[in-house]
T-cell receptor
């Protein structure tokens, strides 16, 4: 089992719809969870971080964490063509702030 | 503005050559990292450093070397022992919270 897994893409949604990106992780002691957006040919950009169970909202983005199920998700409301990118889930596999493990990413395409 | 600078943006390596990728940060972050990304793949950790003059191997350190003589700098050398070096190389740094900040990356190609 891979340490961090994401739903396989590519994921296509129409403009204005909700895009749902999922991530599961294997290490139960994981403490910190991140979502990065990576445009083609560019470096990843941190868009959300979440540390406790529940929902965290930031603009059109909502991160959801369920440590019991070892599951973290990212919802993008009112999806825009500019949201088209690869989304990387990242998990701290130890209690320290380093040693983040990245998932393989999910490619999202928002269709105008 | 604070950030991470990677250079060069594109690099070409001949067979048997060593090449060095530069990474400089002015964020005052203690930890720095090097990742490799292959097309359609996730990020794989090469080396990381938490303090000056100390660094640890990541998951794919073979064929690579690093140094950390200054807090701001963490160069990566791709040696001739790395048989398949063509990839996108990303340097990152982190403070105590808020995840990683990435540089713009170096695209290395073997010619």
């Amino acid at each position: 089992q891979k340490e961090v897994e994401q739903n396989s893409g590519p994921l296509s949604v129409p403009e204005g719809a909700i895009a749902s990106l999922n991530c599961t992780y294997s290490d139960r002691v994981s403490q910190s969870f991140f979502w990065y957006r990576q445009y083609s040919g560019k470096s990843p950009e941190l868009i959300m971080s979440i540390y406790s169970n529940g929902d965290k909202e930031d603009g059109r983005f909502t991160a959801q964490l369920n440590k019991a199920s070892q599951y973290v998700s990212l919802l993008i409301r009112d999806s825009q063509p500019s949201d088209s990118a690869t989304y990387l889930c990242a998990v701290n596999r130890e209690t320290s702030y380093d040693k983040v493990i990245f998932g393989p990413g999910t490619s999202l395409s928002v269709i105008p | 503005d604070g950030g991470i600078t990677q250079s060069p943006k594109y690099l070409f390596r001949k067979e048997g050559q060593n090449v060095t990728l530069s990474c400089e940060q002015n964020l005052n972050h203690d930890a720095m990292y090097w990742y490799r990304q292959d097309p359609g793949q996730g990020l794989r950790l090469i080396y990381y450093s938490q303090i000056v003059n100390d660094f640890q191997k990541g998951d794919i350190a073979e064929g690579y070397s690093v140094s950390r003589e200054k807090k701001e700098s963490f160069p990566l050398t791709v040696t001739s022992a790395q048989k398949n070096p063509t990839a996108f190389y990303l340097c990152a740094s982190s403070g105590l919270i808020y995840g990683y900040t990435f540089g713009s990356g170096t695209r290395l190609t073997v010619v």
